[in-house]
């Protein structure tokens, strides 16, 4: 069950959660991160690793695409997947995914002309320029990602399951993702408020929330 669903808020309040936040704290309260992350604005943060001054991100497949000017080509790319830790499940092939989609709406004036360009969109063709000129990964069969997304494509190859960003919470529940857990976590994550407090605060707005929207 997805913990939103629990519309007293206590979902939140599986000790899991809170370890789950004890330990990504451990980033920032090791120095990991930098301190001025916390006045970062896009695209400021990823432009860190480009110029030198971090030697990691926790972001997507995307940013080798992002950073091909202020990077260079000669910019030596790799990636890895999260680790699975103690008392955990899953393994460190479930990835999170955040991709494009195509759709044709059931009363868009012109389905067939729609249609007609999803189909080119994701034909080989289209694929491989996608690939070689815009520099990111591609769900198409057969066509090859980048050199930069090596390791991104061979995590992908081999995935075990997929779930949404933030397990789908800004799909399910996008107001509530972008209002209440975004900011609320990352507040926690660089060192703002204690992980107990991110629980609290989690719990507490999502019984608002169901409160405001009881269907």
């Known amino acids: 069950m997805h913990i939103m669903l629990d519309k007293s808020g206590d979902g939140w309040k599986n000790p899991a959660v809170l370890q789950a936040a004890q330990d990504e704290r451990k980033l920032w309260d090791a120095k990991c991160i930098a301190e001025d992350a916390r006045g970062f604005q896009y695209p400021a943060g990823q432009q860190t690793i480009a110029f030198g001054d971090s030697i990691g991100e926790l972001v997507g497949s995307w940013l080798p695409s992002e950073l091909a000017s202020s990077a260079g080509k000669d910019f ?52 491989k320029l996608m690939a070689e000129i815009g520099g990111v990964g591609v769900t198409r069969k057969g066509v090859k990602w980048p050199e930069a ?49 991110l629980v609290d605060i989690l719990a507490a707005k999502t019984k608002e929330y169901w409160e405001r929207n009881p269907g």
């Not at 989609?101 to 002309?113: A, D």
């Not at 933030?166 to 799909?171: A, P, Q, R, S, Y």
């Open 76 to 127: 030596r790319w790799g990636a890895f997947n999260f680790p699975t830790v103690a008392g955990g499940s899953g393994k460190a092939t479930d990835l999170e995914v955040a991709l494009l989609s195509f759709m044709v709406l059931k009363n868009s004036p012109h389905p067939k002309e729609a249609i007609d360009f999803i189909k080119f969109a994701l034909g080989e063709h289209s694929q």
């Open 149 to 197: 997304l090596h390791d991104a494509e061979e995590a992908a190859s081999q995935a075990t399951a997929l779930q949404g960003v933030g397990g789908g919470l800004d799909v399910a529940y996008p107001a509530f993702y972008a209002t209440v857990a975004e900011p609320e976590h990352n507040k926690m994550f660089l060192g703002q408020i204690a992980p107990e407090v």
